[in-house]
């Protein structure tokens, strides 16, 4: 049994990994942390886990952390979580971090996007991109796990079989993205109640979103040379769940099938990809990934225009975040990659 | 032409009356207050608005409202309004109020609901009820309207036609109110934001709601002895409307037709009630008044048990606020009764 | 490992047995059947399941299910069931009906509320109902499982605490739900698509629901008298989830400590029912028990009228349909209670 | 008065003609045709427009409509349309057609994307593309009006001001719609009803939408020159609005005034267009749109790539179906372009 705390347990994605971490047979939950929780019962906060937790929160103090935890899960905002990460690993423990602290490997980058400059930069170095269809070598035993963000996610994973192959040689990626009201996390915000934004259908930080960034940088990777993509959030009117229609044109005309072989070759073995034809199901939608790990990619040709689209549907709260933390943390403890996420899609939801 | 001022103007009840009187043909919309908003344009807040008004909000004073309003509607907390109202009409303005101030006649038994003294017992007596199916006549010429809550007007308006007769002799009513989420109001709290409301099906004050008050009382007029009643809110998921389903026991076999002409003879006339039967839309549903200021009437009974429910849907901001506000403005200043208010409802919405 | 068919595997109740089988360690499915869906893949119309089964949908044929199965779920409409249960117990295998056909005991009372003669009168006296709150020494070993309807779950379990004991002496219970879209089934119909049922608020059968008939036979039972219940169920804005309001008067002044220690120990050490009280989370609300078997059971007392509601949330497909019948399922093959049912309920969704 | 029929009166545009012209102060509706609903009133169908009506639906016959009208709504299927329009022409009403059978000029064109040889090639060219922002002389007088469809409406009214300018030289426009139920009609369909809609996001026609080849026409006559451009619909959970995200990439650096001034004087003065900008509503969102004729503009530019998205928001069923009919009635009437479109948007809705 490995031992886990969560820091910054009272969010959605801190809710998500209690909800995972409490049917997951390899751990012990031992030290969940909220400032503003603690010494209250978690069901205060999270309602669903009535019943699944006889601890309660507690406010969180680096010290006291020290022989509780093997693994420490750190779900907290953008640089809060760069506080403790470089003392919890000094102290010996796995640390996942499911900001967007250490995800970006260039300090010149994350100050760009982030406007600082890293403390840390040799941990930038050190930190392994937590998408394990990716970096599943890297994750062998990593000990500090850069969670993606829900975004990248998404538009990474519609791209990743693209940019791989010479399908494209335009650099022109747009990563049109739908997004549910669960990525605004739990805390009530202006146009995030309900009268606002039940219907809404609103593009925000549309003058370019952070997560291309860390898009970008792994998109790069795989292409052996520059990627540039822009991400286009919306925010619409669905609690779980994330598209990304990752538009593009290929240089000359490829068929359903030839792209088809590309994405199967791309994800092959892969255990959380799922790749959508069919007449009646053409393309992914996240409804159907809802509560699961899964990211259902697909994608549809116009030939008039040789224009490709990318789809990729995935559930924000699960591979956009606790799930595939969840997921990463398997692989570097060596346990079955999908214990703790066998669930399937809730539908409907 | 009426001069107009709204004085609370930035709320969802603020905003629709805004939105009927930019369509009123004998308003001149003068003023509109907002502390938060002060200077700002109207539009910043309702951008359904923009386009419509071409002042801007202004914070309130009650000296220089002085020459701009004939008529001042109040959209502003409860025990806020209490504090202008007596002024304005002292400086011989019309007040209508859509805060719970001046709806009960009884200084006891607001004492009993709102928990202080009432500051003006006697302004309690001069208000009249602005419910026009039950106060017409007295409505012409008031100077001090008092507009009825939402679910108190749901509740009242199932039920109005049944204390009337002698259909129960049982004191025994449940209104089982389910109501939008634009009936909490434009400001995020806890629990309103979308990702928790949506979905939801939430019970909310269920040991005793407010309007019961303003209910009992208008009840008891009609019935001509004392009516308690029982209102049990719960939140559900739609963004406008509240259905009241108000349960009670016939004192004997009572049939359809029994019901219907009694409702029928009731509201005979009444031009925002409709009575809804048949085969494909049985039972009033909110959905159907989006935006219009009906009230839609309908009844199921349940012949092995004598028991009969009373349906009433509304637009909880229209029949159920500004909408009824309006109507009430135009009887007291001799307008058409439909001024403003008709736009059939959206569907589908 | 017990082998399982599932008989009707195409619609939500069939899909739900089918995503909790697929988790289930103790069971085996062999096979699925569709009549319209006969030789397509399971995902094609559960595409949430997509990757799970390996089998297809079979056209059902009493013959072959032969050696096939250990028990068999029938997920069929009411009247159709009741065609192959006696067969497939004289077959010797175990049946689990998610319909109608054998909830109630009283051939009698079959006939008043679903117009036919009930064919197998004897099987009526065998089948148990199959609440495990209620029956839980019954079903070891049942053969015949009625399992029971919705409605009538919610109705019940916020009930029976309260007609076990003497708080109320009258006979006047109104068991208001709201329920939402997926207890109306995977088929399109008029007035179930989106544009119509989104922010409908809306009766159904208000003149008497079905479902009045078990819920009478069960609490009857618990009363040691005739109960008499209305259920007048509404249709709202979810997808998941229904919420039975069962108001009542009570007999005398009450406690809220009262009324919790009745319900405390109605259901003491019941796996699946949990208690809810506070100020945060003061009733229960369906959204907070999705995707899992828990029915959440609350209750408000409003004490001028010595009026109580009993509130229970329960996810329609799980607690009130599939969730419930593998509860059923467990107990009857000595399987842990739990099993296949242990994924905390999902939130936000 | 002008005599107005409504031909296919029973889907939701024909509803919401009917919603409108309820209004108009300058029609009588004398006929309502519904094959399926003959005889039956039209709130059985509508129940939002009961007590606005007291004719019932009518069976279709060209010979009845005689001397009932002065102009005819068709609001009709596809290839429906086409068989009525030359006859009520040649008998010397006016023809308004929601349809896409006359809004092609060249019949190759429709014949590539409708399938089929266009009967009448001659109507093609005399009828007049619906769209008062562009073709507002020639609706004065205009006999037959093809009115443009949704989709059609958002993409071009978001692209009109870039390819009348030199902003961009790249022929790849990407029209990422996002749409609402009510977009799917009135009648339930294999996936569209509440439960498996609610929450999706679901790309469709993602190979090719149909309303490209309008789009391409009326953007190639503004640009003076071929433009292509992809629609990419997703269905949202809403129940109204469109939003089209038209992604492009600029030929060199433009700046936010740049942009705004070219999108300005495009739509200098035209009645129903609204352009988005500043800090709390960025961008446009047909949420503030919803049951108004408003089309709101805006804009995203990511500097760093030189992307630029124009956003284009409306309510799918009035500036995207009857009222954008209703605005080239008005005009083509000579009575106020607003006539029947006064209300503001709804909000919250």
Same mark, same amino acid.
């Given at each position: 049994?490995?031992?886990?705390?969560? /820091?910054?347990?009272?969010?959605?994605?801190?809710?998500?990994?209690?909800?995972?971490?409490?049917?997951?047979?390899?751990?012990?939950?031992?030290?969940?942390?909220?400032?503003?929780?603690?010494?209250?019962?978690?069901?205060?906060?999270?309602?669903?886990?009535?019943?699944?937790?006889?601890?309660?929160?507690?406010?969180?103090?680096?010290?006291?952390?020290?022989?509780?935890?093997?693994t420490?899960?750190?779900? $907290?905002?953008?640089?809060?979580?760069?506080?403790?990460?470089?003392?919890?690993?000094?102290?010996?423990?796995?640390?996942i971090?499911?900001?967007?602290?250490?995800?970006?490997?260039?300090?010149?980058?994350?100050?760009?996007?982030?406007?600082?400059? &890293?403390?840390?930069?040799? $941990?930038?170095?050190?930190?392994?991109?937590?998408?394990?269809?990716? &970096?599943?070598?890297?994750?062998?035993?990593? +000990?500090?796990?850069?969670?993606?963000?829900?975004?990248? *996610?998404?538009?990474?994973?519609?791209?990743?079989?693209?940019?791989?192959?010479? /399908?494209?040689?335009?650099?022109?990626?747009?990563?049109?993205? +739908?997004?549910?009201?669960?990525?605004?996390?739990?805390?009530?915000?202006?146009?995030?109640? &309900?009268?606002?934004?039940?219907?809404?259908?609103?593009?925000?930080?549309? *003058?370019?979103?952070?997560?291309?960034?860390?898009?970008?940088?792994?998109?790069?990777?795989?292409?052996?040379?520059?990627?540039?993509?822009?991400?286009?959030?919306?925010?619409?009117?669905?609690?779980?769940?994330?598209?990304?229609?990752? &538009? $593009?044109?290929?240089?000359?005309?490829?068929?359903?099938?030839?792209?088809?072989?590309?994405?199967?070759?791309?994800?092959?073995?892969?255990?959380? /990809?799922?790749?959508?034809?069919?007449?009646?199901?053409?393309?992914?939608?996240?409804?159907?990934?809802?509560?699961?790990?899964?990211?259902?990619?697909?994608?549809?040709?116009?030939?008039?225009?040789?224009?490709?689209?990318?789809?990729?549907? /995935?559930?924000?709260?699960?591979?956009?975040?606790?799930?595939?933390a969840i997921q990463s943390f398997n692989?570097s403890n060596?346990?079955?990659?999908?214990?703790?996420? +066998?669930?399937?899609?809730?539908?409907?939801?």
């Open positions: 049994m490995v031992k886990v705390a969560v /820091i910054g347990g009272s969010g959605y994605t801190g809710g998500e990994l209690l909800r995972l971490l409490a049917i997951h047979r390899d751990v012990e939950v031992t030290l969940v942390t909220s400032r503003e929780y603690a010494g209250k019962p978690i069901s205060l906060v999270h309602p669903n886990l009535k019943g699944f937790y006889n601890i309660n929160f507690s406010d969180f103090s680096i010290d006291k952390i020290g022989n509780k935890a093997d420490v899960f750190l779900s $907290l905002p953008h640089k809060v979580s760069m506080n403790y990460a470089p003392k919890l690993l000094e102290m010996g423990m796995q640390v971090d499911l900001s967007a602290d250490f995800r970006l490997k260039d300090p010149e980058v994350y100050k760009k996007w982030y406007g600082i400059e &890293h403390p840390y930069p040799d $941990l930038l170095k050190k930190s392994v991109y937590g998408m394990p269809e990716l &970096h599943y070598e890297e994750l062998k035993n990593a +000990k500090l796990i850069a969670s993606p963000g829900c975004n990248a *996610t998404a538009t990474i994973l519609a791209l990743a079989p693209i940019v791989s192959s010479n /399908i494209t040689d335009d650099n022109r990626f747009i990563s049109d993205v +739908k997004v549910s009201s669960s990525e605004g996390g739990a805390k009530p915000k202006e146009g995030s109640q &309900h009268s606002e934004r039940a219907n809404a259908i609103r593009p925000y930080e549309a *003058t370019g979103h952070r997560h291309a960034a860390e898009a970008e940088q792994e998109l790069s990777i795989i292409a052996g040379k520059q990627i540039k993509v822009s991400i286009v959030p919306h925010a619409v009117s669905s609690i779980r769940g994330a598209l990304s229609s990752a &538009h $593009l044109w290929m240089s000359q005309s490829y068929s359903e099938m030839d792209i088809w072989k590309k994405v199967a070759e791309f994800y092959r073995g892969k255990k959380f /990809i799922r790749i959508i034809r069919g007449n009646v199901h053409p393309y992914p939608d996240p409804k159907y990934v809802i509560g699961s790990n899964f990211a259902d990619i697909g994608f549809a040709i116009e030939e008039r225009l040789n224009r490709l689209t990318m789809f990729s549907a /995935i559930d924000n709260l699960m591979k956009g975040a606790a799930g595939q692989i060596k346990f079955e990659e999908e214990e703790g996420l +066998k669930t399937p899609p809730l539908r409907p939801a």
